[in-house]
């Protein structure tokens, strides 16, 4: 079955670490997006690729970077310049079509230790 | 920029109708999306509305109202199930990206 896979499901980090959340998605879509949620919160836009070696930033890219060597992967690199980064991070692709929605994965939870 | 209005919760019975209002504020506008969020789980796409109208899938309605930047979701027959957070989110010109809203949390009692 086609989908997105993000990894780790869990991640610590330490105060000064850079860390990074991988995704990869076999939908064969082209464009790719980073999103982070807070508790109780809506999904605020990190940074998004439309196609291979290609990104843009979002609302909220200070302190993250991405890169687009694939089609299939877009990972996320929550740097020790993030201040806040604990949160959920959600990675979604989405298809050609406008009347499709996103599809997300299922989320990496990084806390801050 | 974008932004985008819903109520926090509603609370609601198993049987009854329910619907999430939305209203948006935004530069460009190409359609209205709702999601589906369990806790602790990925948003899953419900609707999206490109046109002035209603659009039903199954239990599921979702209507735009492009001159009044407002949008809705209906859900009928309320089941335990649909206990969950819902978003609704605008699609702009630029990359396809979506801007949500902060979420409507639903509890469905018994």
């Known amino acids: 079955d086609g989908g997105i896979t993000q990894s780790p499901k869990y991640l610590f980090r330490k105060e000064g670490q850079n860390v990074t959340l991988s995704c990869e998605q076999n939908?064969?879509?082209?464009?790719m997006y980073w999103y982070r949620q807070d508790p109780g919160q809506g999904l605020r836009l990190i940074y998004y690729?439309?196609?291979?070696?290609?990104?843009q930033k979002g609302d909220i890219a200070e302190g993250y970077s991405v890169s687009r060597e694939k089609k299939e992967s877009f990972p996320l690199t929550v740097t020790s310049a993030q201040k806040n980064p604990t949160a959920f991070y959600l990675c979604?692709?989405?298809?050609?079509?406008?009347?499709?929605?996103?599809?997300f994965g299922s989320g990496t939870r990084l806390t801050v230790v | 920029g974008q932004s985008l209005e819903q109520p926090s919760e509603v609370t609601a019975v198993e049987g009854a109708i329910v619907q999430i209002n939305c209203t948006y504020q935004?530069?460009?506008?190409?359609?209205l999306s709702w999601y589906q969020q369990h806790d602790g789980g990925a948003p899953t796409f419900l609707s999206y509305?490109?046109?002035?109208g209603l659009e039903e899938t199954g239990r599921f309605s979702s209507f735009l109202s492009r001159s009044d930047s407002y949008g809705y979701l209906l859900l009928q027959e309320l089941q335990m199930k649909d206990s969950a957070s819902y978003f609704c989110?605008?699609?702009?010109?630029?990359?396809?990206?979506?801007?949500f809203g902060g979420g409507t949390r639903v509890l469905v009692k018994p």
């Open positions: 979604a692709s989405r298809p050609d079509e406008a009347n499709y929605g996103y599809t």
């Open positions: 939908l064969n879509h082209d464009a």
């Open positions: 690729s439309q196609i291979v070696n290609d990104f």
């Open positions: 935004t530069s460009g506008f190409y359609g």
């Open positions: 509305n490109a046109l002035d």
């Open positions: 989110a605008v699609r702009g010109a630029a990359g396809n990206k979506l801007t």
